[in-house]
Each structure stands twice: as C-alpha cells, then as structure tokens.
Nanobody, 115 residues
Framework: QVQLVESGGGLVQPGGSLRLSCAAT????????MKWYRQAPGKERELVAA???????NYVDSVKGRFTVARDNVKNMMYLQMNSLKPEDTAVYYC?????????WGQGTQVTVSS
C-alpha cells in the first residue's frame, strides 16, 4: 500500500525559509518520478517541482532559484527546500507519485507566508 506523508509546513515571514518533507511507504522513491504540488485558496492545484528517477529536477517558473527539490534514498524521503518565501507561496503543499496508473497523494501540509 502506497502512503505519502508530508510535514514541515507552518507560518513564516516573507523572505523566510521552510523545508517540507515527504515520507513514502510502499514505493521506492529513487525509482519513481516524484512531484510537489500546491493549491492556494480559490486556485487550481499546480505543479511546483519534480524530481525524476534519474535525478533530474524541474520547477515552475515562479519558484526557480528559490525552491530546491531533493531526495534521500536511504530514508526514502523527498524534500522541498523553500527559500525567499513570498506571500504568494501560501498554499497547501502535496507530494505526489503515479504508480501503475494510480496517482497517490499525501494529506498536504499548510504553508503560510505572512508578516
């Protein structure tokens, strides 16, 4: 059974940093394409960052240079390091993986950027 559990969200001031974590069970992260999505109130869920099984990374333009996606193959976890946070980064952040035609999601972790 695949389970994804996010953690690390919280309230941070503009310009601050947070590191989100995604713990996976039932899959081996290094063998999968893993993604971070976010959904702000009243907006559609958007893809923020992805890391492929080969280790390549991709980012939405709005976070390039500020966010970094990485994984720990030993701990079987994925991370999203978020620096220089802006109020527009406020959203619920989800990790995601598609396995054999099924899309798995975590429960999400709230990130609020506000002074």
């Amino acid at each position: 059974q695949v389970q994804l559990v996010e953690s690390g969200g919280g309230l941070v001031q503009p310009g601050g940093s947070l590191r989100l974590s995604c713990a996976a069970t039932g899959i081996i992260i290094r063998l999968r394409n893993m993604k971070w999505y976010r959904q702000a109130p009243g907006k559609e869920r958007e893809l923020v960052a992805a890391i492929t099984s080969g280790g390549s990374t991709n980012y939405v333009d709005s976070v390039k240079g500020r966010f970094t996606v990485a994984r720990d193959n030993v701990k079987n976890m994925m991370y999203l390091q978020m620096n220089s946070l802006k109020p527009e980064d406020t959203a619920v952040y989800y990790c995601n993986s598609d396995v054999s035609g099924t899309s798995y999601w975590g429960q999400g972790t709230q990130v609020t950027v506000s002074s």
